[in-house]
């Protein structure tokens, strides 16, 4: 696995859960209350769902966007990552970007600085004309390996922390430039006496500019972090406020959000703790003082983002669906402007920062690539855009039914977004909305995440939490009538739940799209997601390794695979209870058919003593794991790994040297690699109007959205737009950009070179790999739950499998049955 700049591994999550068992317990009660909620409510009309129109009162909004290019001097070097623009700053008469990005390098391997290859910029921009006025190109202040830390721009000046070589090693000095010329005013040494860590993140609040600052000290006999806030007002006064908890580190800060004319409230969502830390701020007094953040729980502090602070006094920040304003006097959060009460993309409105805002105008930053149709084509621009958004006279949809979408968290790739606002053009009755009515734990805070069981059993409990409110609320009337679906979903696949799609899609042509993919994308034979785009699970490696069926193992042929070439070292690192249910999930299909489960079928058994004589209880700690030679040696021969983009499959080929096929894991039939879902489309059993669901699929489904979703690099289902895009990714790799994405180290140290020259050849043998997958990976969390739970008597030998299988069998067909 190659280590590349922007990868974190482990990233710490979740709130600690509840557990397993008592989970169980309360499971059957849950759903048979949703179950006779649902019965009361099967009375209304249009199955249960109550029906939400459009109002001519609901507001509508007009968009002008204005393009801002810096004028970025290249020297010839095309552009190979725009980093996202960062608002440093505005005021009355100039708004001041900082963007930074890479132009393609030469070979990791060869001689050359760094600074030659990289661009820092500010971009002033008139806050009237919204017409470029100034461009400041850092190049002119660093060589060697120097860089930007960070810019930002109050009082009239553009600020720099710019960090640069000398015969020491390295220094961080403070930079001024005047706004309008560019011209260094003065470079000094940065005042603070900590060490400072990440960007600053700039808030005004009234007359008060505050820059807040990551810190911690070398010296100090704990590790800390802890944050600074450096006020300044218009007059020349400062003020700096240490915000610290004795043993907890604070790491995030999300919002400042004002309590008074002098007062402040400063959130920290992300704490060694696992829980949000409030502190009030007296600004005269320079006194920050921790408060109880149950004084605060009203708001959703770890789902809102980009705040800004008006010039009314009101707080105003956005998340997934919109931009809304905290009325902190009366404790309550007021919606301002919903990103589909206008014709622009979500994507694009998800990536803006908000310069401005009142209750009808609103003006945002983003960047003019944020959705493009195609990230493989080299560009010379950094491209800045200014989105003026005012409140329209008149509702243009008034009348409209509404079609509320699911999607994880609000977040939509921007090529569903483009299609939604297509539908909601040409469709005369129906308006599609996206919700974020449904939230799991999954960024709550650090935990104790020390191995891929604890990984794998917060991600199950998310699952299970997701599934099940979604599933009560389908029952009751008052669920999404869409659902994008992404990843285990398997709790829903139900008549009950959701509608079988296959009289809509049964007769897809197997020539033009993956047919396969869709037949494995059923349960029972009925159709309950369309895999718009999807991923592929299984193990990389060359395919001299893989059994008789050519396509992936039994449990003997993988034995044998596991102690010869792997030498005892498995690259499934679970313990056994998490192995198992992946082994079952991939095998699901014979052991629950028409909601009748049977664990006693012979295949259950393989898999049980499989893991029982070769699987370890516990899987090891992420430390032991990577510190196993073997784990490094095997690098070199396969992966178990799931693709969900082109580029990855193909930099795996390079990593493993021309290892070009994808096995499927261990199972009774040798079946071979899974597809899971990426980009899935369900309509609700409940839906107002099932046929104009139906017709949005179907615009998924079209060639050039199937393109568009291609050309960014997706598995789609349309075998057109995979290898029509296929050709113009090859061409990305083998050129110049592709030494990025390539060249790199592993995580033992060890170079990884480019050695690959890929063709046509490598795109027509994964179109291949994809026409093996006969199965889809819809895991339900809570049949894999139950096996979690009762497997492991079992595995250590407390009980023999028939009787861990009569309880267990016992207990999911309750669960099938009470749904």
């Known amino acids: 696995?190659?280590?590349?700049?922007?990868?974190?591994?482990?990233?710490?999550?979740?709130?600690?859960?509840?557990?397993?068992?008592?989970?169980?317990?309360?499971?059957?009660l849950t759903l048979i209350s949703a179950l006779l909620l649902s019965t009361a409510a099967c009375g209304k009309k249009n199955s249960g769902k109550s029906v939400k129109k459009i109002s001519p009162d609901d507001p509508w909004f007009d968009a002008k966007v204005y393009s801002v290019e810096p004028g970025l001097d290249t020297h010839g070097k095309g552009i190979d990552f725009k980093g996202l623009h960062k608002?440093?700053?505005?005021?009355?008469?100039?708004?001041?970007?900082?963007?930074?990005?890479?132009?393609?390098?030469?070979?990791?391997?060869?001689?050359?600085?760094?600074?030659?290859?990289?661009?820092?910029?500010?971009t002033v921009i008139d806050r009237n004309t919204y017409e470029l006025v100034n461009t400041i190109d850092y190049a002119q202040y660093i060589s060697g390996n120097g860089y930007i830390q960070d810019v930002n721009y109050f009082n009239g000046k553009i600020t720099s922390s710019v960090y640069m070589e000398d015969e020491n090693g390295g220094k961080v000095v403070e930079m001024d430039n005047d706004v309008l010329t560019g011209k260094k005013l003065a470079e000094r040494k940065p005042s603070n006496s900590y060490d400072s860590f990440g960007e600053k993140d700039l808030f005004r609040i009234g007359r008060y500019t505050i820059l807040a600052e990551g810190a911690f000290d070398m010296g100090s006999s704990t590790s800390d972090y802890y944050y600074v806030l450096n006020i300044y007002t218009p007059e020349g006064e400062e003020y700096h406020i240490e915000l610290k908890k004795d043993r907890t580190n604070l790491d995030y800060v999300p919002a400042i959000l004002p309590l008074g004319e002098d007062r402040l409230l400063v959130p920290f969502t992300l704490t060694s703790k696992g829980v949000p830390v409030f502190f009030e701020v007296d600004i005269k007094e320079s006194k920050a003082v921790e408060v109880d953040s149950k004084d605060y729980d009203w708001i959703d502090i770890e789902n809102i983002s980009n705040v800004f602070t008006g010039n009314d006094g009101q707080a105003y920040?956005?998340?997934?669906?919109?931009?809304?304003?905290?009325?902190?006097?009366?404790?309550?959060?007021?919606?301002?402007?919903?990103?589909?009460?206008?014709?622009?993309?979500?994507?694009?409105?998800?990536?803006?920062?908000?310069?401005?805002?009142?209750?009808d105008r609103i003006v945002l930053l983003g960047r003019s690539d944020s959705h493009d149709s195609n990230s493989f084509e080299t560009s010379s621009e950094v491209g800045i855009n200014v989105c003026v958004i005012t409140k329209a006279s008149a509702n243009p949809h008034a009348g409209k039914t509404i079609l509320e979408l699911y999607a994880t968290y609000g977040y939509i790739d921007p090529t569903v977004a483009e299609a939604i606002i297509r539908f909601n053009e040409t469709n005369e009755n129906y308006f599609i909305?996206?919700?974020?009515?449904?939230?799991?734990?999954?960024?709550?805070?650090?935990?104790?995440?020390?191995?891929?069981?604890?990984?794998?059993?917060?991600?199950?409990?998310?699952?299970l939490s997701l599934n099940d409110n979604l599933a009560m609320d389908i029952m009751n009337g008052v669920g999404p009538d869409i659902l994008i679906i992404r990843g285990d979903?398997?709790?829903?696949?139900?008549?009950?739940?959701?509608?079988?799609?296959?009289?809509?899609?049964?007769?897809?042509?197997?020539?033009?799209?993956?047919?396969?993919?869709?037949?494995?994308?059923k349960t029972d034979g009925k159709l309950y997601q369309l895999p718009v785009c999807f991923d592929i699970e299984g193990i990389h490696t060359d395919s001299k390794y893989a059994g008789a069926s050519g396509q992936g193992f039994t449990p003997k042929e993988?034995?044998?695979?596991?102690?010869?070439?792997?030498?005892?070292?498995?690259?499934?690192?679970?313990?056994?209870?998490?192995?198992?249910t992946s082994l079952f999930t991939a095998m699901s299909d014979k052991?629950?058919?028409?909601?009748?489960?049977?664990?006693?079928?012979?295949?259950?058994?393989?898999l049980a003593d499989f893991v029982k004589n070769n699987v370890k209880e516990k899987a090891p700690t992420f430390e032991a794991e990577y510190s196993d030679e073997r784990s490094a040696q095997n690098e070199k021969i396969a992966r178990l790994t799931t693709y969900s983009l082109i580029t990855l499959y193909l930099a795996g080929v390079n990593e493993l040297q021309g290892a070009n096929a994808i096995l499927g894991i261990p199972s009774a039939d040798g079946r071979g690699p899974m597809a899971r879902s990426s980009l899935s489309v369900a309509v609700s059993a409940q839906s107002v109007n099932i046929d104009a669901c139906a017709e949005f699929a179907k615009m998924l489904l079209s060639d050039e959205i199937q393109y568009e979703l291609a050309s960014n690099d997706r598995f789609t289902l349309s075998r057109e737009a995979f290898t029509k895009a296929g050709s113009i990714i090859l061409d990305y790799c083998n050129g110049p950009r592709g030494n990025s994405l390539f060249e790199g180290f592993t995580s033992t140290g060890e170079p990884v070179k480019r050695t690959i020259k890929f063709t046509e050849a490598d795109i027509t043998n994964l179109e291949k790999i994809i026409s093996s997958c006969s199965h889809f990976d819809s895991a339900d969390a809570s049949i894999n739950m139950i096996l979690i739970e009762e497997m492991p008597a079992y595995f250590l030998g407390q009980k023999d499998l028939d009787s861990v299988i009569k309880i267990a069998q016992d207990r999911a067909q309750k669960v099938l049955d009470e749904r």
């Open 489 to 521: 979903m398997g709790r829903l696949y139900n008549p009950n739940y959701l509608v079988d799609l296959s009289n809509y899609f049964g007769d897809l042509d197997s020539k033009k799209y993956f047919k396969n993919i869709i037949d494995a994308a």
């Open 87 to 122: 608002l440093a700053g505005a005021d009355d008469k100039y708004i001041v970007v900082f963007s930074s990005g890479n132009y393609i390098k030469p070979s990791r391997f060869e001689e050359y600085s760094e600074s030659d290859y990289r661009y820092f910029l500010a």
């Open 558 to 580: 993988y034995e044998d695979f596991l102690y010869g070439p792997l030498n005892g070292y498995d690259l499934n690192q679970a313990g056994q209870a998490y192995y198992f």
């Open 317 to 359: 920040f956005s998340d997934s669906v919109g931009i809304s304003k905290i009325d902190m006097q009366n404790k309550k959060i007021e919606e301002v402007f919903r990103y589909s009460a206008c014709p622009m993309n979500k994507t694009f409105l998800n990536d803006t920062q908000i310069i401005d805002c009142s209750d």
């Open 1 to 28: 696995m190659i280590l590349r700049l922007g990868q974190s591994y482990g990233k710490a999550i979740r709130k600690k859960n509840m557990k397993s068992t008592f989970f169980s317990r309360i499971l059957s």
């Open 433 to 463: 909305e996206v919700t974020n009515r449904y939230k799991t734990d999954s960024v709550k805070s650090y935990s104790s995440n020390d191995s891929r069981d604890d990984m794998a059993s917060e991600e199950l409990q998310s699952n």
């Open 591 to 606: 052991f629950y058919v028409n909601g009748k489960v049977d664990f006693s079928v012979p295949e259950f058994a393989e």
